[in-house]
């Protein structure tokens, strides 16, 4: 069973960065793995995934802003995020799709970490 544990969260001030990581053990079958988030009262949101055969997407809301990216050697996910805003205030999740035949949906999350961005 995958087992996934984020870090990285935390509170910053508008305008400024954080940089969220994800560990991933246990894996099987890689399929992909990305960034949801939930602000209170919310729905949650997929914010960035990165799939096997090379499809990267951003939410509208932080294209230019946040980055994606893999280290497969340490099975390890990341992300970027500059020049953050008060509504990027979330919960962050990392996920994975570990699956035999790929689904393109996620099967495995982490127990989220806050960001808290502050005016």
């Known amino acids: 069973q995958v087992k996934l544990v984020e870090s990285g969260g935390g509170s910053v001030q508008a305008g400024g960065s954080l940089k969220l990581s994800c560990v991933a053990s246990?894996?099987?079958?890689?399929?992909?793995m990305g960034w949801y988030r939930q602000a209170p009262g919310k729905e949650r949101e997929m914010v960035s995934t990165?799939?096997?055969?090379?499809?990267?997407k951003y939410s509208d809301s932080v294209k230019g802003r946040f980055t994606i990216s893999q280290d497969n050697a340490r099975n390890t996910l990341s992300l970027q995020m500059n020049s953050l805003k008060t509504e990027d205030t979330a919960v962050y999740y990392c996920?994975?799709?570990?699956?035999?035949?790929?689904?393109?949906?996620?099967?495995?999350w982490g127990q989220g970490t806050q960001v808290t961005i502050s005016s």
């Open positions: 996920a994975a799709e570990d699956r035999r035949w790929c689904t393109y949906e996620f099967n495995y």
């Open positions: 246990g894996y099987n079958f890689r399929c992909g």
């Open positions: 990165i799939f096997n055969d090379g499809t990267i």
